[in-house]
């Protein structure tokens, strides 16, 4: 059992700056792992990303799935004319073994007036390359195309931070930079992977996991797991660590399996979801005193999973998607989970219901992370989450664009259904 949330905890003596290794992480795994995930019956378009809102909150993407063209399409929603169109549209093709092959992950420019398609060539290729498409949404300016090559993650519009012009980029032994303005792109070498990455007051910071030697009489060649939290300088892509926790130190919690990472608006905390075999665990990391909590959050339900959080607006909760199994074999519940960061009962908001058969909890994590992924508005008040890119055991009234009213206390929902597509000729 995990350290209740707000608890004192100290684990200063456990923050550590010695010098480990990386552990090895193979992006390029990680995407055509991903890809296959698509094979599965219900979330066949699973790996279209989550809803992106524009920076100035008046204008979302998300993708859909256009049955009648066999197509996956990322649309633009505008909240002030409530009216969505297609932007940006991906074949369907199908492999020897019947599977889809490929990932649609939407974004923003950082000044709102492109959206980012991030996709990759056919991953059913042993050598696939991530790809952006930038489109102008209010504009006939021409369309923008960057190949940035096998070794780049594009798996995660929040894992891909801008600072001005320049898109920074994880990548196996590599951290990749692209230049929106010039088109420049540059690969700065470093030793192992840079894990997750993300923009934070200001800094690229990153959390990755890594190893150190922990021989034993049984075997010398034995090693111990941790995680290692830091910065990247950004001039010369130097990556500097802050610290270090090993899995000694961690009451149980491994940290191979992190679904994903969040740090505190303005603040210096860290919310990292990670899988457990009932449900899972939220750990607290601060940038300063490393180990702040660890727990299971208590959302009043038996057996969820998490997806990626994000921070409340004013920082006392955290927002997850979440799936939960129904009473029935086969039912599942989606939700929107609102965990209190100092601890206490959360809520669960029901987004959808859904049936499946065969479904494993590692499906249920991936789903989670890569497909049904939540996204907080700027000004704080709206979830967006989507189920519009699903099909078959959703019923077609529920694939739709969901914004929450979490500013509201019965959190109401609005539906957004995707456009209407006609026969393509």
């Keep these: 059992m995990g ?55 008046s204008k979302i993407l998300y993708g859909y799935h256009d049955a009648e063209n066999s ?32 990932l649609l992950v939407p974004a923003w420019q950082a000044d709102g007036k492109r959206a980012l398609v991030w996709t990759i060539t056919d991953a059913s290729d042993s050598d696939p390359h ?68 993300a923009e934070h007051n200001g800094q690229l910071v990153y959390v990755r996991e890594i190893q150190r ?25 130097k990556l500097q660590p802050s610290f270090s926790l090993w899995q000694k130190d961690l009451q149980g919690v491994r940290f191979d399996d992190i679904v994903g990472a969040a740090w505190e608006p303005g603040g210096s ?14 750990v607290l990391l601060d940038e ?34 979440a799936i939960s199994r129904g009473e029935q074999k086969g039912d599942y519940h989606y939700f929107l989970a609102e965990i209190p960061v100092n601890g206490g009962r959360g809520r669960l908001t029901e987004i959808v219901k859904f049936h499946q058969e065969s479904l494993s909890d590692d499906d249920v994590s991936s789903m989670l992370g890569f497909g049904m992924q939540v996204a907080l508005s700027p000004d704080g008040k709206t979830i967006a989450a989507s189920t519009a890119a699903l099909r078959d055991n959703v019923t077609q009234a529920d694939r739709v664009l969901f914004l929450i009213d979490v500013a509201h206390p019965e959190h109401r929902i609005t539906r957004v259904p995707p456009p209407k597509s006609a026969k393509a000729n």
């Design 130 to 197: 991530c790809v952006v498409a930038s489109i102008p949404v209010n504009s006939d300016a021409p369309l923008q195309i960057f190949n940035l090559g096998k070794n780049v993650m594009c798996l995660d519009a929040v894992s891909m931070p801008q600072f001005g012009d320049k898109l920074y980029l994880s990548g196996e032994n590599s951290v990749t930079t692209l230049d929106l303005a010039s088109g420049d792109i540059d690969s700065t070498n470093i030793e192992g992977d840079s894990g997750e990455i």
């Design 71 to 102: 197509r996956s399409v990322i649309a633009i929603y505008d909240r002030r004319t409530r009216k969505s169109r297609d932007l940006y549209s991906q074949p369907i093709t199908r492999t020897k073994k019947d599977s889809e092959n490929f």
């Design 288 to 321: 300063k005193k490393g180990m702040i909590a660890s727990k299971t959050p208590d959302l009043g339900v038996k057996g969820f999973h998490l997806g990626p959080a994000v921070w409340s607006s004013d920082h006392m909760a955290l927002y997850a998607p």
């Design 269 to 282: 905390r860290i919310a990292i979801v990670v899988k457990d075999e009932d449900s899972d665990k939220l």
């Design 3 to 57: 350290v209740e949330a707000g608890s004192t905890c100290n684990f200063s003596s456990q923050i550590s700056k010695e010098s480990s290794a990386p552990k090895p992480v193979r992006w390029l795994n990680v995407v055509l792992f991903a890809v296959a995930l698509i094979g599965w019956s219900i979330f066949v378009l699973a790996c279209v990303g989550g809803p992106a809102w524009s920076p100035d909150g």
């Design 213 to 237: 030697p922990a021989p034993t009489p049984e075997n010398k060649d034995a090693t111990e797991d941790g995680v290692e939290v830091g910065v990247i300088e950004q001039k010369e892509i």
